[in-house]
């Protein structure tokens, strides 16, 4: 099982969501999104449709540094950090959004910001 701490606001908790989705898969295993973040009176949980398994991994991983470093390839782990890199989710872009529920619906315009 994969498995995160999990904090902050919408982007950085879909980032979070998002690496370790991709890891589970990349592993063959399961995953886990916790239902409350490590602060709840501070952050609250955006992606309460994803499932939550108590239980412990063996292995932990802390992003060093704000930038791509694999994480380790093994299939019990809890991750913390921001993983705001694609490299962390490149190739399961569509199992992910599927997942988190997000649906794309073209549009017949274009808005721009000037």
């Known amino acids: 099982m994969i498995?995160?701490?999990?904090w902050a606001q919408t982007g950085n908790q879909a980032f979070m969501c998002s690496?370790?989705?991709a890891h589970a898969l990349k592993m063959g295993t399961?995953?886990?999104?916790?239902?409350?973040?490590?602060?709840?009176?501070?952050w609250r949980t955006y992606f309460n449709n994803l499932?939550?398994?108590?239980?412990?991994?063996k292995h932990?991983?802390?992003e060093p540094r704000h930038c791509y470093d694999p994480l380790p390839?093994?299939?019990?782990?809890?991750?913390?950090?921001?993983?705001?890199?694609?490299?962390?989710?490149?190739?399961?872009?569509?199992?992910?959004?599927?997942a988190l529920?997000?649906?794309h619906?073209?549009?017949?315009?274009?808005?721009v910001h000037i």
């Open 3 to 6: 498995t995160c701490k999990l």
């Open 19 to 21: 690496a370790v989705i």
């Open 30 to 42: 399961t995953y886990s999104i916790p239902k409350k973040t490590i602060s709840p009176k501070v």
């Open 51 to 57: 499932p939550e398994i108590k239980s412990a991994t």
């Open 60 to 62: 932990y991983y802390k």
């Open 73 to 98: 390839e093994v299939d019990s782990l809890t991750i913390e950090g921001y993983f705001q890199s694609e490299k962390y989710w490149h190739g399961y872009k569509k199992e992910i959004a599927e």
């Open 101 to 103: 529920g997000f649906v």
């Open 105 to 111: 619906q073209p549009a017949d315009y274009v808005a």
